[in-house]
């Protein structure tokens, strides 16, 4: 079966630019996550989706990022304007039927540097 | 929500030596995944263990829910097995929270 796909993969952007992040997560899950994960550091949840519900978006910053689901599949993750601090791993990650029981998969990232 | 603190932060190991990483956390957790994240950044799940013990070929992992830690063994390490280690809690069936990662160098 085909694994958490995002893109791109890398991303460099000037500050104040917006930019926008990609994630099919894997088929027949319902749950999608995104986290983001700073050098050195674990990943942090920024918003978790069930179907096309956010269930808790607490840690994501909503003066500059948004998110969408649309049809319960994909996700798009975006932050406008970016600032230098946004500068890290991007993360998706799924599950079958949420976060009770069921072990999370991750995609390989979208790396972003703000210059 | 809790904290996860992960030890040790660092450790170079040579091949073929045994080691064990430990997770604590400060609240009781409904579950409980360690991953290892290879060196191109890639998550894979290793166990997915809310209590008990479970054995997956040299890895394996140990979670006492009472006193609040989990360990990972790693036996007869390989270079392969070098990246970093995090350990992730689900805290009140809502969210995880990740430890900072155990960093392991496994050396030729």
Redesign the interface.
Request: proline share 0%.
């Given at each position: 079966e085909a694994g958490v796909v995002q893109s791109p993969r890398y991303k460099i952007i000037e500050k104040k630019q917006p930019v926008a992040f990609w994630c099919n997560p894997i088929s027949g899950h319902n749950t999608l996550y995104w986290y983001r994960q700073n050098l050195g550091q674990g990943p942090e949840l920024l918003i978790r989706y069930e179907n096309e519900e956010a269930v808790d978006d607490s840690q994501l910053p909503k003066d500059r990022f948004s998110a969408e689901r649309l049809k319960g599949v994909d996700s798009t993750l975006k932050i406008q304007p970016a600032e230098l601090g946004d500068s890290a791993v991007y993360l998706c990650a799924s599950s079958p039927s949420g976060s009770r029981d069921d072990t999370q998969y991750f995609g390989p990232g979208t790396r972003l540097t703000v210059l | 929500g809790i904290q996860?603190e992960q030890s040790p932060p660092d450790l170079i190991l040579q091949e073929g030596a045994n080691s064990t990483l430990r997770c604590n956390f400060s609240d009781s957790v409904?579950?409980l995944?360690w991953?290892h994240q290879n060196p191109?950044?890639?998550?894979?799940?290793l166990f997915?263990i809310p209590s008990g013990t479970k054995q997956n070929g040299r890895l394996s992992a140990t979670t006492v829910a009472t006193e609040r830690y989990s360990l990972l063994y790693i036996s007869s390490s390989q270079t392969t097995d070098s990246g970093v280690y995090?350990c992730?809690a689900?805290y009140n069936?809502?969210?995880?929270y990740?430890?900072?990662?155990t960093k392991l160098n496994v050396k030729p």
């Open positions: - | 996860v409904n579950n995944q991953f191109w950044g890639q998550l894979i799940n997915y995090f992730a689900l069936f809502n969210k995880f990740f430890g900072s990662g």
